[in-house]
T-cell receptor
């Protein structure tokens, strides 16, 4: 089943913060985050494995709550280059889900000067 | 470093015509390979998944097929295209169970 992302869209001014959420109804092994610019392929941002970890680099970080099957992506002090559509991809904990991702519907992030 | 190639970049095909999209990966061996389709303004739908030569898992029943004739080559085919096959086709590779890296994609329009 497809994970649910929220919000569907968010508009920011440069320097503002944003949080994008990803929620699944099934037990997860991992959550992946990608950013896609218009007309381009998705670009990998980070992966979080079960165990309730948090990761980050530069001003983008993410958390994974294994018990709630939820992940959040945090973008701080947003830059114009952060604009794009953000997708979470989830890998189920079951053996049949090995290596296979189910993607959310995406969150459109727009950063204005 | 690893790179992934897809061709063609764009394709316009009439309904009922055949299709062949190719994806190759360089700089790695025995990668997991994936074909996704993305309809306009939508998310990514997994079509096929391969963990090795000749090993293909089909995720969505449809008129498409995939083959992996070599370790780093993945081909998506159709004998007869439908209008609903239009979309952005993305190939991705992964070093096993981990992050996936996408190719530049093929934009297919079926007329």
């Amino acid at each position: 089943q497809q994970p649910v992302q929220s919000p569907q869209a968010v508009i920011l001014r440069e320097g503002e913060d944003a949080v994008i959420n990803c929620s699944s109804s099934k037990a997860l092994y991992s959550v992946h985050w990608y950013r896609q610019k218009h007309g381009e392929a998705p670009v990998f941002l980070m992966i979080l494995l079960k165990g309730g970890e948090q990761k980050g680099h530069d001003k983008i970080s993410a958390s994974f709550n294994e018990k709630k099957q939820q992940s959040s992506l945090y973008l701080t002090a947003s830059q114009l280059s952060y604009s794009g559509t953000y997708f979470c991809g989830t890998e189920g904990a079951g053996g049949t889900s090995y290596g296979k991702l189910t993607f959310g519907q995406g969150t459109i992030l727009t950063v204005h000067p | 470093s690893q790179t992934i190639h897809q061709w063609p970049a764009t394709l316009v095909q009439p309904v009922g015509s055949p299709l062949s999209l190719e994806c190759t990966v360089e700089g790695t061996s025995n990668p997991n390979l994936y074909w996704y389709r993305q309809a306009a303004g939508r998310g990514l739908q997994l079509l096929f998944y391969s963990v090795g030569i000749g090993q293909i898992s089909s995720e969505v029943p449809q008129n498409l097929s995939a083959s992996r004739p070599q370790d780093r080559q993945f081909i998506l085919s159709s004998k007869k295209l439908l209008l609903s096959d239009s979309g952005f086709y993305l190939c991705a590779w992964a070093p096993g169970r981990g992050e996936q890296y996408f190719g530049p994609g093929t934009r297919l329009t079926v007329t």
